[in-house]
């Protein structure tokens, strides 16, 4: 089962939808169901809760007003799977080290 703090990605009819953060899941007085609250990351930030059974929150599919939905958790690379940058030694001058690099603007200029 997740756990309070997961990161989940919710797919909608069998594509990938939002990434929610698992906040609380707690019993509801429904034997076998619970209530799942999450925090849909996206702007604005907002706060849902679900009514689920165990088995789709550990990723099997189920219906919500006739649509298809599922919970993935998201799990972070492997630690083979990671790459460290390359440590640039024994460069003579600072501008040669740069102009391997290509900087990319978050903002074009009007």
């Known amino acids: 089962m ?3 703090g997961d990161i989940v990605l919710i797919y ?3 594509e990938p ?3 929610v953060r698992i906040e609380d899941i707690t019993p509801d007085h ?3 169901w619970f209530h799942a609250r999450l925090l849909v990351l996206q702007i ?3 706060e849902i809760i679900w009514i689920l059974r165990e088995e789709y929150i550990n990723g099997a599919s ?3 007003e006739g649509h298809t939905i599922r919970m993935e958790l998201v799990t972070g690379p492997q630690e083979s799977m990671r790459h460290d940058v390359p ?3 024994g460069s003579k001058d600072k501008k040669e080290k740069d ?3 290509k900087v990319i603007p978050l903002f074009r200029e009007k």
Do not use: C
Request: no cysteine.
């Open 2 to 4: 997740v756990a309070n």
């Open 12 to 14: 909608y009819e069998d």
């Open 44 to 46: 604005p930030i907002i």
């Open 62 to 64: 189920f219906s919500m």
């Open 30 to 32: 429904k034997p076998n």
């Open 87 to 89: 440590n640039v030694k």
């Open 99 to 101: 102009a391997s690099g």
């Open 17 to 19: 939808a939002f990434f």
